[in-house]
């Protein structure tokens, strides 16, 4: 291996990339609110760049294949999955969330009021971000770790684990596409989680291939793919192949990345009420209103965790 070569998804390395793809997914939130409104400028070039569509899966698809690639060695590691392990899992899910919720209501008091209706009742329990977004990915990972603590509790043989839960949202896939018609979005993705399994369950093997002999093939049939015949789910998963490659050789390992994506369940609720209310005063460029987004995100994020401590050690 190179003498400046990363190993294959060390810790702190897959955490900065969680960071980039959270990035990605504000920056293509940013973006879809920016079109949207006639004052705010936005380059016809940033279409070229597929900002308003690939940025949102291929950074979701890469977040999902290091969620399945993490769950792996996590329940390897805490059979049997007790209750203890269930109700961390599950807290880390949900505080978040209640986080968001907490500064919506405060953001709406303050520059929304009309928000405050008994609906945002009903959308708190059906798990969605107020006031009227579907939080698709919150409820697909919710499902996708439920799942793997099923499987890994009831098969012994890590493969097979794998396998099950392979199998089951590869049926989730097809019935979500091909029986109910379901918008994209819900099921484009989710293979990504059991791909990053498989990774983890090769994980030995892996490691020992030469990253240039697996980024060059899948760049080259992204591009094609993306020229010929552009398929989300394909794309997604020869991106993050690419992605946990490259920064084998990129270092992109920085404190604030890490912190990113550390946090990053906190980021993608919390820039919601950054993009939708508290970055607005640079919403006069597309530029201006993604940096401005990123910031507030950034801050939220970082007052919820210094509050989240300080209730801790009361």
């Not at 079109?35 to 936005?42: G, H, S, V, Y």
Request: proline content about 4%.
């Amino acid at each position: 291996m190179g003498k400046h070569l990363h190993g294959l998804l060390e810790k702190d390395d897959s955490y900065a990339l969680r960071g980039v793809c959270m990035i990605m997914i504000i920056v293509h939130h940013t973006y879809l609110s920016a079109i949207d409104m006639p004052a705010c400028q936005t380059d016809s070039w940033l279409s070229c760049l597929d900002i308003g569509w690939s940025w949102g899966y291929d950074g979701t698809g890469v977040f999902l294949f290091l969620s399945g690639f993490g769950m792996f060695f996590s329940l390897l590691r805490n059979r049997p999955v007790s209750k203890a392990y269930v109700r961390a899992k599950a807290a880390k899910m949900f505080i978040p969330y209640l986080w968001l919720w907490i500064i919506s209501i405060a953001v709406y008091l303050l520059f929304d009021i009309r928000q405050m209706m008994p609906r945002l009742f009903t959308s708190f329990l059906s798990l969605d971000i107020p006031p009227d977004n579907e939080a698709w990915f919150y409820k697909v990972i919710i499902g996708l770790y439920a799942l793997s603590m099923i499987v890994f509790t009831t098969f012994k043989s890590p493969r097979a684990c794998v396998a099950a839960v392979t199998a089951v949202c590869v049926a989730y896939y097809c019935t979500a596409d091909f029986i109910f018609g379901a918008d994209p979005w819900w099921f484009i993705t989710v293979l990504n989680f059991p791909f990053g399994m498989i990774v983890a369950a090769n994980y030995e093997r892996l490691k020992a291939v030469r990253p240039i002999f697996i980024i060059l093939p899948c760049a080259v049939l992204f591009a094609l793919l993306q020229y010929f015949h552009p398929n989300p789910t394909l794309s997604s998963l020869l991106f993050t192949v690419i992605a946990i490659n490259i920064i084998r050789y990129v270092n992109i390992n920085n404190r604030l990345l890490r912190y990113i994506g550390t946090n990053s369940i906190l980021f993608y609720f919390l820039e919601e009420p950054a993009i939708n209310y508290l970055s607005r005063f640079a919403d006069f460029n597309f530029y201006t209103y993604s940096i401005a987004a990123i910031a507030v995100t950034l801050l939220l994020v970082f007052l919820c965790l210094k509050a989240e401590n300080a209730l801790q050690r009361t």
